[in-house]
């Protein structure tokens, strides 16, 4: 049932994506820093997303490679915590009065 809805669901999205690049065939000019390029509006449109969306990830997954480092160094903090504790419990600290 739900592989039904996720054909449905895409079937609605490509169509409204190929809506939209029919009504927006025109092209357009597009100047970057070494030339310029002639490009359909909808294709210029649908790059730029891409690319930010790649972006995006990149940025993504550099945050999750640095967050996983340090929940690994905490992980290992915590061992030694409970590993000390355990020692401490099994040879308590004796005190002298």
């Known amino acids: 049932m739900a592989r039904i809805f996720y ?3 895409f079937f609605i999205l ?4 190929l ?3 029919i009504l927006n065939s025109q092209t357009v000019q597009l ?3 070494f030339g310029s390029k002639e490009l359909h509006f909808s294709l ?3 790059v730029a997303m891409l690319v930010g969306a790649l972006l995006g990830v990149a940025v993504s997954l550099f945050m999750l490679l640095r967050l996983r480092r340090e929940a690994a160094r905490l992980r290992k903090a915590v061992e030694m915590a409970e590993k000390e504790m355990a020692n401490l419990r099994i040879n ?3 005190t002298l009065y």
């Open 44 to 46: 210029a449109l649908i």
């Open 31 to 33: 100047n970057y820093y």
């Open 92 to 94: 308590p600290i004796k």
């Open 19 to 21: 809506v939209f690049a």
């Open 14 to 17: 490509f169509m409204m994506g």
């Open 7 to 9: 054909v449905i669901i």
